[in-house]
C-alpha cells in the first residue's frame, strides 16, 4: 500500500489544479475585480498611475498566488525559519538605508519596486511559529524554556517596525504572532499577566510616541477636537459613509471622494469610498467575500493532515480576520486611525504581495493536505 508521500509525490499537475479550491480562488478574483473598480473612481474615473500599477500589481501577484499553490507543504515548513530571518535583515536593511517618507521610514528601494518588509513579517512570523510549535507536546508549551523563543521572535520584529514609526503593523505584526501561540495551546495566564505587563508599562509607552500618533489617539477619543486638522480625516470618513445610504450614490459619483473631501482615498479608506458609491449592500457584499475567504481558509486547516499546517491555516484565518476588522473599524471611528490597509482592496504592492503569499500557502496546504511534515 502506498504511503501518503508517495501518493502526493505521484500526483501529476492536472490532480494538482483539480485540487484547487475553487471558491477561495473565486473570491480572491471577485475581490481583486471590485478593488479595480474602486481604485478607478479613485482616479477620477480615469486610467491613471494609481489605477495601472493597482490592476498590474494584481494580476501579477494572483500568478504568484498559484505559483505558490503548487509549492509543497513540506517546502513552507523546511524553510520557515530561513524565511523569517530574511524578512527581518530586511527590516534591519530598513532602518539603515530605507526610504524616507511623510515622516516614516519603511520602505527598501529594490529598483523595480519599493518593499515594505512589514508586511511580508506579518507572514514570516506566524510561519515560524507554526513551525516552532509543530512538534512540541502539548505539554510542553506551557514550560519557560519553551516560551523564550516565542517571545523573542515576535518581540524584535514589532519593536523595529514600531520605531519607523508604523505602530499599526507593528500591533498586526504581534497579533498574528499571538494568534498561533494561543491556538497551539498557551495557557492564558501568560496572555493575562502580559496584558497586566502592557498597561502598567503604558504611560512610559505613550512618552515614546511622535506627536501626530499621540493626535490620533485623542482624536479618536473626540474626533471633534479638531475638526479641520486631525479629526478631519475621521470625520470626512463617516460623512461620506453615512452618505451612502442602503444603495450608494452611484459609480463614480462620491461626492466626497469627488470634491476631495476624502485623504487617502486609494489607501487606507478604499472602503469609505465604496461605502459611499454602493452603499450599505455593496459593503456587505464585499464583506461577505471576506467571510467566504476567512471561512475557506479554516476549512482548508481542517483538512490538511499536518499540525504545521493547521496552526498555519488557523492563525493566518485570524490575522486577515484582525486586518479586515481594525480597517473598517478605523474608518468607522471606532479605533483610531493606525494606517491598516485593506486586504487586497488598498493601493500597495507590498500588503498585495504579503496577502497573496499567504493564501497561495493555505492553497498549498490545500493540494498537499495528506503530505507529513515532520
Not at 481542517?302 to 484582525?322: I, Q, V
Amino acid at each position: 500500500m502506498l504511503q501518503p508521500r508517495s501518493i502526493q509525490s505521484s500526483q501529476s499537475v492536472k490532480d494538482k489544479i483539480l485540487s484547487l479550491d475553487y471558491i477561495l480562488v473565486i473570491s480572491v478574483l471577485l475581490l481583486g475585480i471590485t478593488s479595480m473598480f474602486a481604485m478607478y473612481s479613485t482616479d477620477g474615473g480615469e486610467f491613471k498611475y494609481h489605477t495601472n500599477s493597482h490592476i498590474l500589481r494584481f494580476f501579477v501577484f494572483f500568478g504568484m498566488f498559484f505559483v505558490v499553490s503548487f509549492i509543497s507543504i513540506r517546502f513552507w515548513h523546511e524553510t520557515s525559519y530561513f524565511f523569517y530571518i530574511g524578512v527581518f535583515i530586511l527590516l534591519l536593511g530598513v532602518k539603515y538605508f530605507g526610504l524616507t517618507s511623510s515622516g516614516s521610514k519603511r520602505w527598501l528601494d529594490l529598483y523595480f519596486m519599493n518593499l515594505q518588509p512589514s508586511e511580508l513579517m506579518k507572514i514570516g512570523l506566524i510561519l515560524f511559529l507554526a513551525k516552532y510549535y509543530h512538534r512540541i507536546s502539548i505539554e510542553s508549551i506551557n514550560s519557560i524554556k519553551y516560551l523564550f523563543v516565542p517571545i523573542t521572535v515576535l518581540i524584535a520584529p514589532v519593536i523595529l517596525v514600531a520605531t519607523q514609526p508604523d505602530l499599526g503593523t507593528s500591533i498586526l505584526i504581534a497579533a498574528g504572532g499571538i494568534a498561533v501561540a494561543w491556538l497551539a495551546g498557551v495557557r492564558a495566564k501568560f496572555f493575562v499577566f502580559s496584558a497586566f505587563a502592557m498597561l502598567a508599562l503604558l504611560p512610559i509607552a505613550i512618552s515614546f510616541l511622535k506627536p501626530y500618533q499621540k493626535s490620533r489617539i485623542l482624536t479618536f477619543l473626540n474626533p471633534e477636537r479638531d475638526p479641520l486638522g486631525a479629526g478631519y480625516q475621521i470625520i470626512q470618513s463617516k460623512i461620506a459613509i453615512g452618505s451612502g445610504g442602503l444603495f450608494g450614490k452611484g459609480f463614480l459619483n462620491g461626492s466626497q471622494s469627488y470634491l476631495d473631501y476624502l485623504p487617502e482615498k486609494h489607501t487606507d479608506f478604499i472602503f469609505t469610498l465604496f461605502s459611499e458609491e454602493f452603499g450599505f449592500f455593496g459593503s456587505l457584499f464585499i464583506l461577505l467575500l471576506y467571510v467566504v475567504i476567512i471561512s475557506r481558509i479554516i476549512r482548508v486547516g481542517n483538512m490538511t493532515r499536518s499540525n504545521f499546517g493547521k496552526l498555519y491555516c488557523y492563525s493566518f484565518a485570524t490575522a486577515f480576520f484582525l486586518y479586515v476588522a481594525v480597517n473598517m473599524m478605523m474608518v468607522l471611528g471606532l479605533l483610531p486611525i493606525v494606517g491598516s490597509p485593506l486586504p487586497i482592496m488598498s493601493y500597495g504592492g507590498s500588503s498585495m504581495m504579503a496577502i497573496m503569499l499567504g493564501l497561495g500557502i493555505v492553497m498549498s496546504c490545500k493540494i498537499y493536505k495528506d503530505v507529513p511534515v515532520n
